[in-house]
């Protein structure tokens, strides 16, 4: 088996373990959660964490480096199947940390405006295509 494929195997392995791990904290934590989503802003503060932390710690000059696919497995296949708000945290980081605090806070204003609107959107077209049922909520 090539290297390539065995390395999105293990990414893909790891997402679906980041999904499951998702999915438990958050029915673990739904009766916490009815006022606001206390599970999803815990998920996305632990993995945006998590994220950092290995980034760094196992970069080529962090104390404990990890080949890359190792890293992609935790970062890309893990964390991205946990929580998809970890990228976009270490992102905006490295955007500040590279000395842009402008292009940071557009990606922060253009990423939540933007999803914000797309979720608007997919929300009025299931609305529609439900064909007038006003009582279906997310």
């Known amino acids: 088996m090539s290297t ?21 904290l958050g029915m673990a934590t739904a009766r916490w959660s009815q006022v606001l989503p206390w599970g999803t802003i815990m998920i ?14 196992t970069a080529a000059n962090g104390r404990l480096p990890v080949s ?3 890293r992609l497995v935790f970062m890309v296949g893990l964390c991205g199947g946990y929580t998809t708000f970890s990228s976009f945290s270490l992102q905006t980081l490295d955007l500040l940390r590279n000395g842009s605090p402008a292009r940071a806070l557009f990606n922060i ?21 439900n064909a007038g049922n006003h009582t279906s909520r997310v």
């Open 4 to 24: 390539n494929v065995l390395s999105t195997l293990l990414i893909g392995f790891a997402g679906a373990g980041g999904t499951l791990l998702r999915y438990w």
């Open 44 to 57: 996305n503060v632990t993995g945006s964490f998590a994220i950092a932390f290995f980034g760094t710690l």
């Open 68 to 70: 890359e696919t190792g």
């Open 109 to 129: 204003g253009l990423s939540v405006g933007l999803c914000m609107a797309s979720v608007t959107a997919g929300y009025m077209a299931a609305q529609a295509i």
